[in-house]
């Protein structure tokens, strides 16, 4: 398997433009993570979904921010309207929940975010 | 809130010295405990985890010591190595939940 897989890999957008995030999961994984890495607060969970349910979103910031799983093997993260904050890395992860090692991610290489 | 915490931003050492990362955290629910390594421009990876009912764990030159009294955990690596150099994340895990929280992490250099 080619692992977690992101797209884009650098995003840069304008003030009030929508963005949107993409993940392709490890085939078979259960769970997917989406998380934003800042300074200030490290690797923040954002969301996390268990075969395709959302299952915690009290990480989303704000009601600007919106993920999906419409099914296994994609998920999306969208931004609308993006602002100068939301720059940071994003980054989503799979994992096998309880069939695999306990707390064991598999992170994509992240979406770096500019909103200029 | 952040219910794991990492107080060193940074952390630099000789190479062949050891290195101790520490780590804390708040949620007493949580029963695992894990530390990831990071490359620039990569995701985080998996690099060695402690269950709740254990103080330690070895994997190699790399410990894990947990005090679930003082909800405190840190990472020995003994001896470094310049390889070693890269932001490493703390994590906590609560079984059932399935969410998985992080430290803001501490960026480690080992000197040649």
């Known amino acids: 398997d080619a692992g977690v897989i992101q797209s884009p890999r650098h995003e840069v957008t304008e003030m009030g433009q929508e963005v949107t995030l993409r993940c392709k999961p490890i085939?078979?994984?259960?769970?997917l993570f989406w998380y934003r890495q800042t300074m200030m607060r490290g690797l923040e969970l954002l969301i996390y979904?268990?075969?395709?349910?959302?299952?915690?979103d009290s990480g989303m910031p704000e009601d600007r921010f919106s993920a999906k799983m419409p099914n296994a093997s994609f998920s999306t993260l969208k931004i609308q309207p993006s602002e100068p904050r939301d720059s940071a890395v994003y980054f989503c992860?799979?994992?096998?929940?309880?069939?695999?090692?306990?707390?064991?991610?598999?992170f994509g290489q992240g979406t770096r975010l500019t909103v200029v | 809130d952040q219910q794991v915490k990492q107080n060193s931003p940074s952390l630099s050492v000789q190479e062949g010295r050891i290195s101790i990362l520490n780590c804390d955290y708040t949620?007493?629910?949580?029963?695992?405990f894990l530390w990831y390594k990071k490359y620039p421009a990569e995701g985080p990876t998996f690099l060695i985890s402690?269950?709740?009912?254990?103080d330690k764990n070895e994997d190699g030159r790399f410990t894990v010591f947990l005090n679930k009294s003082a909800k405190h955990l840190s990472l020995h690596i003994v001896p470094s190595q310049p390889g070693d150099s890269a932001v490493y994340f703390c994590?906590?895990?609560?079984?059932?939940?399935?969410?998985?929280?992080f430290g803001t992490g501490t960026r480690l250099t080992v000197i040649p």
């Open positions: 992860a799979s994992s096998l929940g309880d069939r695999g090692r306990e707390g064991e991610a598999f």
């Open positions: 085939s078979g994984h259960d769970y």
């Open positions: 979904f268990n075969n395709n349910v959302p299952i915690d």
């Open positions: 949620n007493s629910m949580f029963d695992y």
């Open positions: 402690i269950s709740s009912i254990k």
């Open positions: 994590a906590a895990f609560q079984t059932g939940a399935n969410n998985l929280f």
